[in-house]
């Protein structure tokens, strides 16, 4: 029998590093899977057909007019996502919204912001597959690419349209203009102009929290009478005003305050300097102008959504781009402008301040 202590065991090997995880590579590459599967949903109204129901999923799949074979996979898959809930399991198990669809993804609630996913299905999953030619050529992949007419051309020709465009960009944005109107101090100002103000929901939010500002929102002719019903519904005839006109050819109307939501990431170098100049000129000393946006931070590291809405303005429209709070105060001090704020407001994004 061997004894313990004279016996000679190998020394004990090397544990070797352990490779790197490949599930986020992994997680990112299969991403548009989930992200389509969310898209139809919204594009087939599920969650607003659900409502506050609770139903089998024989009988949404029987709303929805869907083929047996995939009803269970795409439910639970939304279930898995956490974008519904299931009571029971089986085909006797009830699916409903969660808080957050019932919020968000359900027509009937006032923060519905299923429509620029919508959009997001309809237009920019297939030209976003035309990313490498975008990268290799530097030019936008959208309808223009075939020779068609542009989506925002066909849409200032149909009210119809313009008004639902406009509603889908107002659901994403209202969160960011009431994280504005909460976190930037208004209260040493009496005018504010937003320009591009389409339905003028930032006027509305800033106006709803400070009562001595008298606001104006600012966009093209076609988009006055809609943003009028707007402010009118909201009750705020009688301190927001709206006004029209180009903002590349005419001046910008005086304010003390003058923001732009979601407006300068759209134009290439030479029309972001035209918009700031403008502001400048427009301002008041002691004025402000703020810009709303997913702005990337300075060293891009970080805000992915940022660089990659970046990525989008390069399928849409070719030189246009998103950019960091650097190049925002390079630019607006090379207008004349001295001091410059970041204010952080929902998720990626910022709002970019810079003072007269």
Same mark, same amino acid.
């Given at each position: 029998?061997?004894?313990?202590?004279?016996?000679?065991?190998?020394?004990?090997?090397? @544990?070797a590093t352990? %490779?790197?995880?490949? #599930?986020?590579?992994?997680?990112?590459?299969?991403?548009?899977w989930?992200?389509?599967?969310?898209?139809? /949903?919204?594009?087939?109204?599920?969650?607003?057909? &659900?409502?506050?129901?609770?139903?089998?999923?024989?009988?949404?799949?029987?709303?929805? +007019?869907l083929?047996?074979?995939?009803?269970?996979?795409?439910?639970?898959?939304?279930?898995?996502?956490?974008f &519904?809930d299931?009571? +029971?399991?089986?085909?006797?198990?009830?699916?409903?919204? @969660?808080?957050?669809?019932?919020?968000?993804?359900d027509r %009937?609630?006032?923060?519905?912001?299923?429509?620029?996913?919508?959009?997001?299905? =309809?237009?920019?999953f297939?030209?976003?597959?035309?990313?490498? *030619?975008?990268l290799?050529?530097?030019?936008?992949?959208?309808?223009?690419?075939?020779?068609?007419?542009?989506?925002?051309?066909?849409?200032?020709e149909?009210?119809?349209?313009? *008004?639902?465009?406009?509603?889908?960009?107002?659901?994403? #944005? =209202?969160?960011?203009?009431?994280?504005?109107?909460?976190?930037?101090?208004?209260?040493?100002?009496?005018?504010?102009?937003?320009? +591009?103000? #389409?339905?003028?929901?930032?006027?509305?939010?800033?106006?709803? =929290?400070?009562?001595?500002l008298?606001?104006?929102?600012?966009?093209?002719?076609p988009?006055?009478?809609? /943003?009028?019903?707007?402010?009118?519904?909201?009750?705020?005839?009688?301190?927001?005003? @709206?006004? %029209?006109?180009d903002?590349?050819?005419?001046?910008?109307?005086k304010?003390?305050?003058?923001?732009?939501?979601?407006?300068?990431h $759209?134009?290439?170098?030479?029309?972001?300097?035209?918009?700031?100049?403008?502001?400048?000129?427009?301002?008041?000393? +002691?004025?402000?102008?703020?810009a709303?946006?997913?702005?990337?931070?300075?060293?891009r590291?970080?805000?992915?959504?940022?660089?990659?809405?970046?990525?989008?303005?390069l399928?849409?429209?070719?030189?246009?781009? $998103?950019?960091?709070?650097?190049?925002?105060?390079?630019?607006?001090?090379?207008?004349?402008?001295?001091?410059?704020?970041?204010?952080?407001?929902?998720?990626?994004? #910022?709002?970019?301040?810079?003072?007269?």
């Amino acid at each position: 029998m061997l004894n313990p202590q004279t016996v000679r065991y190998p020394e004990p090997m090397h @544990t070797a590093t352990p %490779s790197p995880d490949p #599930s986020r590579i992994l997680e990112t590459a299969f991403a548009f899977w989930s992200s389509k599967v969310l898209l139809t /949903a919204v594009e087939f109204d599920l969650f607003t057909r &659900l409502g506050n129901r609770r139903l089998t999923g024989r009988e949404l799949g029987s709303e929805l +007019g869907l083929h047996p074979r995939g009803i269970s996979d795409f439910l639970d898959a939304l279930v898995a996502m956490k974008f &519904l809930d299931r009571e +029971g399991d089986g085909p006797q198990g009830k699916y409903a919204n @969660t808080p957050a669809t019932a919020l968000y993804l359900d027509r %009937s609630s006032p923060r519905y912001i299923g429509g620029i996913m919508v959009m997001l299905n =309809r237009r920019l999953f297939r030209h976003w597959n035309d990313l490498p *030619e975008a990268l290799r050529t530097g030019l936008p992949q959208n309808e223009t690419k075939d020779g068609q007419r542009s989506v925002f051309e066909e849409l200032y020709e149909s009210p119809e349209k313009l *008004e639902q465009f406009i509603a889908a960009m107002a659901g994403i #944005s =209202r969160i960011n203009f009431e994280a504005l109107a909460d976190r930037f101090d208004f209260s040493p100002y009496k005018t504010l102009c937003d320009v +591009g103000g #389409s339905s003028g929901l930032l006027c509305i939010e800033v106006a709803k =929290r400070y009562p001595q500002l008298n606001c104006i929102s600012f966009d093209l002719p076609p988009v006055e009478p809609i /943003a009028r019903k707007h402010i009118s519904a909201a009750g705020l005839a009688n301190r927001v005003r @709206t006004a %029209s006109g180009d903002f590349f050819a005419d001046p910008l109307p005086k304010a003390d305050v003058i923001t732009m939501g979601m407006i300068l990431h $759209d134009w290439n170098l030479e029309k972001k300097k035209h918009l700031i100049r403008a502001a400048y000129e427009a301002l008041p000393t +002691g004025g402000a102008l703020v810009a709303i946006e997913a702005i990337i931070d300075d060293a891009r590291r970080e805000n992915a959504f940022g660089l990659l809405a970046s990525l989008n303005m390069l399928i849409e429209f070719g030189d246009a781009f $998103d950019y960091s709070g650097a190049d925002f105060q390079n630019w607006c001090r090379e207008a004349g402008f001295k001091r410059f704020a970041v204010i952080p407001l929902a998720g990626a994004y #910022s709002a970019a301040v810079a003072y007269k």
